[in-house]
């Protein structure tokens, strides 16, 4: 499973990390992923979903 958000497909992207000379070294920038129950293609499934998907209500947890 890719680290990637299943609603918006947010995903990891790279760039550089600058230390205090200015030196550029390669690093990647992640999103912040929940592994949360949602109701997805209208069944119950645990995926990733990013926390900008949780607090926009795109993320609809099952009802109980």
Known sequence: MAYKCE????KAVSGNSYSHSHRATKRTFKPNLQKQKI???G???SVYVCTICIKSGKAVRPAK
């Not at 609603?7 to 947010?10: E, F, H, R, V, W």
């Open 43 to 45: 069944k119950t499934q």
């Open 7 to 10: 609603l918006c497909g947010k």
């Open 39 to 41: 109701v997805h293609a």
